[in-house]
């Protein structure tokens, strides 16, 4: 982590760390979570605090407090991976699902499709090389984690 978003982090959490006790209570966390917008009950609180205390002492200190953040950074960027994943996936007759239909990838045709609503013309072929360099198993379709590669 570079200097900068340290001491970014180091600076909320001190606005966390209401009484400069160099820690964050359940009670701390619910309080400025309040504040900027965040709704977190009492055992909300004291169950993320419990998860992320690393010393056992029931608060939060500086490095657990970074670790959930980057961890609630990370469940967002997920997040917005699957967003972006569904409007690339094949749809009706295109999809190359399971019987179950919980697998679902994007194909070179879905790829082309999206790619164009954005502008961007490729050819069934391209989408189809652009897709191999991500296709860690090989089937010609890219799924979820494959897409989370390509994305990074």
């Known amino acids: ?3 900068n978003k340290r001491k970014q ?61 980057e961890g609630t950074e990370e469940e967002e960027k997920v997040k917005d991976l699957k967003e972006a994943f569904k409007m690339y996936e ?18 070179p045709r879905s790829l082309k499709r999206m790619l164009s609503r954005l502008g961007e013309k490729k050819s069934v072929g391209e989408c189809e090389v652009m897709i191999s360099q991500f296709d860690l198993n090989g089937d010609g379709v890219l799924n979820f984690d494959e897409f989370r590669n390509m994305m990074a």
Do not use: Q, W
């Not at 500086?62 to 953040?69: G, K, Q, S, T, Y």
């Not at 094949?90 to 679902?104: F, L, R």
């Open 90 to 107: 094949e749809t009706d007759d295109e999809c190359k699902c399971s019987s179950t239909g919980s697998s679902s990838s994007i194909t």
């Open 1 to 3: 982590m570079d200097e």
């Open 9 to 69: 982090y180091e600076r909320v959490f001190s606005h966390f760390d209401e009484n400069k006790d160099g820690k964050i209570s359940p009670a701390e966390l619910r309080l400025c979570l309040g504040t900027i917008g965040g709704k977190i009950s009492e055992s909300e609180a004291e169950e993320v605090v419990l998860l992320m205390d690393s010393d056992g002492d029931g608060l939060l200190g500086l490095e657990d407090f970074i670790r959930l953040v």
